[in-house]
T-cell receptor
Framework: EDQVTQSPEALRLQEGESSSLNCSYT??????LFWYRQDPGKGPEFLFT???AGEEKEKERLKATLTKKESFLHITAPKPEDSATYLC???????????FGAGTRLAVHP | NAGVTQTPKFQVLKTGQSMTLQCAQD?????MYWYRQDPGMGLRLIYY???????DKGEVPNGYNVSRLNKREFSLRLESAAPSQTSVYFC???????????FGSGTRLTVV
């Protein structure tokens, strides 16, 4: 059964304190791994898609990496505005269906 | 702005009442999806429509029905609401070429 597990559930950082979020996945034939950001009361916002092991993508202070079993979202020198829930998802089955992890709630304090 | 529009944003229902959640996208996307989000459980797929005229069950379809009215619109209906259906509901769409989902802003539903 396809599965996505994210850790930690919650993470508290001081402004400027770099860290990483983990997404472990089990899927029959990876066709895409996605990272989303979700702010309270809003829908998830697309960040990155990774397709193959070794691939990396960056956007401002965020960098996503992918191995054959997991993905990391590295946050470098975070700011309070990076506070959000970060969701990981993979395609599962046909018709572009995504299955999601439960997310990591990130709080960055000044 | 192009995107996915959901209505209503908030709704309170009594047990046994019915309602329809509306979703429309203006990006000419083929596939549309309904998810529910509950604390600690992430997003779970209720129903999806791979293309206009088709619908299929997802992971948690019981108690729901859907209609793909045309390419733009995909509605979710609760025929007899139950407290277990208290959740935040998100509609999403994706282009045929792939890439990421575009999500609506959600409907927060409370069943009392």
């Amino acid at each position: 059964e396809d599965q996505v597990t994210q850790s930690p559930e919650a993470l508290r950082l001081q402004e400027g304190e770099s860290s990483s979020l983990n997404c472990s996945y089990t899927v029959s034939g990876l066709r895409g791994l996605f990272w989303y950001r979700q702010d309270p009361g809003k829908g998830p916002e697309f960040l990155f898609t990774l397709y193959s092991a070794g691939e990396e993508k960056e956007k401002e202070r965020l960098k996503a990496t992918l191995t054959k079993k997991e993905s990391f979202l590295h946050i470098t020198a975070p700011k309070p505005e990076d506070s959000a829930t970060y969701l990981c998802a993979v395609f599962s089955g046909g018709y572009n269906k995504l299955i999601f992890g439960a997310g990591t709630r990130l709080a960055v304090h000044p | 702005n192009a995107g996915v529009t959901q209505t209503p944003k908030f709704q309170v229902l009594k047990t046994g009442q019915s309602m329809t959640l509306q979703c429309a996208q203006d990006m000419n996307h083929n596939s549309m999806y309904w998810y529910r989000q509950d604390p600690g459980m992430g997003l779970r797929l209720i129903y999806y429509s791979a293309s206009e005229g088709t619908t299929d069950k997802g992971e948690v379809p019981n108690g729901y029905n859907v209609s793909r009215l045309n390419k733009r619109e995909f509605s979710l209906r609760l025929e007899s609401a139950a407290p277990s259906q208290t959740s935040v509901y998100f509609c999403a769409s994706i282009a045929a070429s792939g890439g990421g989902y575009t999500f609506g802003s959600g409907t927060r539903l409370t069943v009392v």
